[in-house]
């Protein structure tokens, strides 16, 4: 079985096409509560695959189609950056584990890594800007924090946690000037429209432990979940509140796009399992996808 990094260019308009990012606006955002769209929408896959990699994660893309995600081999994970059709290697400097979650418009990356003898917990979220120098990123008190995606003004959003993905992990805005975090259990923001309008991401509740997504829509937190599934994630947000990500029901785990017309199942062609991690303002969707073989 592999794992493959998936660009998933959009046919139709109604995911939006404005590449300018827009100022504040009481325009109507996607219903988290909607049903399935009775229409679909028609995709059209790219596969991405780091050359010599065992497995490829695809998981923020930029206005300017510039990729970012996760790559395995030989010597560990690595965090890439696909531009122009030529992969880059991201290694925080003294990490033996680096992962690139998000890319903003004008190259900078953030993410998350680990040092070396640190348990599967911890991770510690990094920011490279354009120029390749590395910042930490970091929430203060906590042990851990991760830098899931950055915004246009220089925003960045993920989570922070202490030994526990659960009791101790609260979706948080990361930037120093601008720290906020929500009260949601076991929460991880991972995206935003620009302007803060909306904020996506994953969270679990009572009863049962139950995973779902969440939308803050205006200040307001709204319990996001696919009809039918047993656990939901959002993974990003266009500056439309066009929202991705995943969900799993009795058929599998199948990526999703939230439009105004309700939600919409994204699948790879004969994909055992699709993951939607990522979206842009033009309506191109990144992921990943498994196969059997």
Same mark, same amino acid.
């Given at each position: 079985?592999?794992? /493959?990094?998936?660009? &998933?260019? &959009?046919?139709?308009? &109604? ?6 990012? #827009? ?6 955002? #996607? ?40 790559? @395995? @081999? ?22 033996? $584990? ?27 979220? $990094? ?13 203060? %008190? /906590? ?35 601008? /720290? ?12 935003? !429209? ?14 049962? @432990?139950?995973?779902?997504? /969440? !939308? ?6 709204? %319990?996001?979940? &696919? %009809?039918?599934?047993?656990? !939901? ?12 990500? !995943? ?21 790879? #062609? ?18 990943? $996808?498994?196969?059997?073989?």
């Amino acid at each position: 079985m592999y794992r /493959y990094g998936l660009a &998933v260019p &959009v046919l139709l308009t &109604v995911i939006g096409t404005t590449c300018a990012y #827009p100022p504040r606006s009481s325009a109507p955002l #996607p219903s988290p509560t909607a049903e399935f769209a009775a229409i679909p929408l028609r995709f059209s896959f790219t596969t991405i695959h780091v050359p010599g990699a065992r497995r490829t994660v695809a998981s923020g893309i930029n206005d300017r189609g510039e990729i970012v995600g996760s790559y @395995d @081999d030989s010597a560990g994970t690595h965090g890439f950056h696909l531009r122009n059709g030529e992969f880059a290697t991201i290694d925080f400097p003294g990490a033996t $584990f680096t992962m690139a979650f998000g890319i903003g418009p004008s190259g900078a990356v953030v993410g998350a890594y680990r040092r070396e003898g640190e348990a599967a917990v911890n991770y510690h979220g $990094f920011l490279r800007t354009s120029d390749g120098r590395f910042e930490r990123v970091d929430a203060p %008190p /906590y042990k851990n924090t991760i830098a899931q995606r950055i915004l246009p003004d220089g925003t960045v959003l993920g989570c922070r946690h202490a030994d526990d993905f659960g009791a101790s992990m609260r979706g948080a805005v990361l930037t120093p000037q601008k /720290y906020s975090e929500t009260a949601a259990f076991g929460s991880m923001h991972n995206g935003a !429209t620009p302007d803060l309008r909306r904020v996506v991401g994953l969270y679990n509740f009572a009863p049962g @432990d139950r995973s779902a997504a /969440y !939308t803050i829509d205006d200040g307001r937190f709204i %319990p996001l979940v &696919v %009809p039918g599934s047993t656990a !939901t994630s959002a993974w990003d947000v266009n500056p439309a509140g066009v929202t991705v990500g !995943t969900y799993r029901d009795s058929a599998g785990v199948h990526g999703f796009v939230l439009t105004h017309a309700g939600f919409v199942p994204l699948n790879a #062609p004969g994909a055992m399992t699709t993951r939607a991690l990522g979206i842009n303002s033009n309506g191109a969707v990144v992921g990943s $996808f498994e196969a059997g073989g």
